[in-house]
């Protein structure tokens, strides 16, 4: 049986203590003294010294200083991974816990070959002898560090400066001290049950695995870009290569050698383009097989990129929000994890990206003024005008004043107005709102980058009415009236809603189908560069 003990400090550890105390801040917790080995349900102490020495030496856990020391503080340096009968239970869930993370994700970052050779080492003994306290002591210390290292990775994410990727929503803040104490002292096996994890996180990394055994089966020879497209009822050689690959990623056609595009290969293309946000007309384009020619090893890079994102959201405190996903052009309004909203938008082109933030919802704004930005002004206004002295009158525009010799244009409510019959402020510092569009035409279009920053939302008055849905003066035909006024009436909401413009261009729809879309931004490629430059 492993007694009770307490590590005398060496010189050496004394001297690494003096150090650490000029370099380290003091702990933010207070060692709770009440906590003894009369009170404790655990009769195992380790004395602090050897934790100063411990976190000078080890460097891959150097960086949680700070958790290490309030942890232990709190727990008045009992043991938390051993009781007197060796290994506890919490150890091994753990253990198996991070082993299964690392075989299901690929990710090998995590693996410690130190910590598993010491980890079986005493595993395989029925009794511990009292020769191998020191390694008792650097195993409860190992195991300590190497959870923060996977709740760090896996709740909060890589050590990435989101901002640095166009992303200002503010990341989700994990105590990983108190999630630590929280697995150790209720006894459940799975830190996932005292983080919230989102569902987007978690589906993504169910589809990782499924990508993961799909990359060994794919077969490397490219699908040949056509000099037509091909249509049901033709016949081509790439059909049935179009067929294996379409059968290998999504298990819905059966695979054969036949050229002829049948009914069935078209329902499985219809399925594949609407998966990739391509024009869902079942026609085999050089825009399909693109797609279908994207290695599967990016598509798991773009997974993992994506979980990554996943892991900076915030939790959700209310249950009601908006969410506009820049690359898949569209607007969902979810409601306790139910869609009860879902639209197309127009998004920031290439050249005037839409930003990735988070705000809250207050008014509407219905027969709206355009108050035009200055650089359109600049750019785009005065050219105009400069050709065509009536410009101004022909698109319903007034100057209303000048800034350092520049006029302030706008341009008048009704159906010709920019911003269209409404539109929708959540008050930010990028000037970026919803609003309507005379341009229904764009919807149409697959890719529906065309903006300045600014969303075009397809349907503008059913989400009025639906913001509007709890105020009964505000019914279908005083909303109509009120878009169509020709003068600004500003309403302010009950209650606000909280807006994420975010960027995911791989993620698991409400039907649990697996979806890509372009990296219209380049924002992807940005983190590639972080997270895969080794």
């Known amino acids: ?15 690494f203590y003096t150090c650490a105390c000029a370099d380290s801040p003091m702990p933010s917790v207070q060692r709770d003294t009440t906590i003894t080995a009369i009170t404790a349900f655990n009769e195992l102490f380790i004395d602090s010294t050897y934790l100063d020495s411990f976190l000078l030496l080890q460097h891959p856990y150097k960086s949680y200083n700070k958790q290490y020391r309030d942890f232990y503080a709190s727990r008045n340096y009992e043991f938390a991974w051993f009781d007197s009968s060796g290994l506890a239970e919490q150890a091994h869930n753990f253990y198996n816990l991070q082993n299964n993370y690392i075989a299901t994700s690929g990710d090998s970052s995590l693996y410690s070959d130190p910590l598993h050779q010491l980890y079986d080492s005493i595993n395989a003994q029925p009794v511990i002898p009292g020769l191998m306290k020191q390694q008792v002591l650097q195993l409860e210390m190992m195991l300590t560090g190497q959870f923060f290292r996977y709740a760090a990775q896996l709740y909060k994410g890589a050590d990435i400066n989101p901002a640095e990727l166009g992303w200002y929503i503010p990341r989700k803040k994990i105590d990983l001290t108190a999630l630590l104490d929280s697995v150790i002292q209720n006894g459940k096996d799975d830190p996932d049950h005292y983080v919230h994890i989102n569902r987007l996180y978690k589906s ?7 990508y993961i055994e799909l990359e060994k089966k794919e077969v490397k020879e490219l699908i040949p870009r056509l000099k037509k497209p091909v249509k049901k009822g033709d016949s081509s050689v790439v059909v049935p290569l179009v067929k294996n690959r379409l059968a290998l990623l999504q298990g819905d056609l059966f695979a054969n050698n036949s050229n002829r595009y049948d009914a069935d290969l078209e329902e499985a293309v219809k399925t594949y383009q609407r998966r990739n946000g391509l024009l869902e007309d079942g026609i085999i384009s050089n825009g399909v097989i693109d797609e279908l020619n994207v290695p599967l090893k990016k598509r798991v890079q773009q997974i993992l990129v994506n979980m990554e994102r996943a892991r900076w959201l915030p939790v959700q405190s209310g ?7 820049i690359p898949e052009f569209k607007l969902h309004v979810l409601n306790k994890s139910r869609q009860e909203l879902e639209m197309k938008v127009i ?13 809250q919802l207050q008014y509407i704004v219905f027969s709206p003024y355009w108050n035009v930005p200055p650089s359109i002004t600049r750019n785009e ?23 350092n010799g520049l006029p302030e244009i706008r341009q008048k409510p009704g159906e010709h107005n920019s911003l269209g019959l409404v539109k929708f402020l959540f008050p930010n510092n990028y000037n970026i709102y919803l609003h309507d569009t005379p341009g229904k035409h764009l919807f149409n279009e697959a890719g529906r980058g065309f903006s300045h920053g600014c969303i075009r939302i397809e349907e503008p008055k059913k989400f009025a009415e639906y913001l509007l849905r709890d105020e009964p003066e505000y019914t279908s035909e005083v909303i109509d009236s009120l878009m169509h006024l020709g003068k600004e009436k500003w309403v302010v909401l009950k209650k606000t809603l909280p807006v994420f413009l975010v960027y995911f261009t791989a993620w698991v729809d409400q039907e649990g189908v697996l979806n890509f879309r372009k990296d219209i931004y380049g924002h992807d490629e940005k983190m590639k560069k972080k997270l895969f430059n080794n």
């Open 1 to 15: 049986m492993l007694r009770k003990f307490l590590i005398a400090p060496a010189c050496i550890t004394v001297l």
């Open 204 to 210: 993504l990394e169910a589809e990782l695995a499924r």
């Open 381 to 403: 206004i005065l050219p105009a005008i400069r050709r065509n002295s009536n410009y101004l009158s022909r698109n319903h525009m007034e100057v209303t004043g000048y800034v």
């Open 347 to 359: 998004v920031g082109s290439a050249l005037h990206n839409t930003v990735i933030f988070t705000a």
């Open 319 to 325: 249950s009601n929000f908006v969410m506009v996903n």
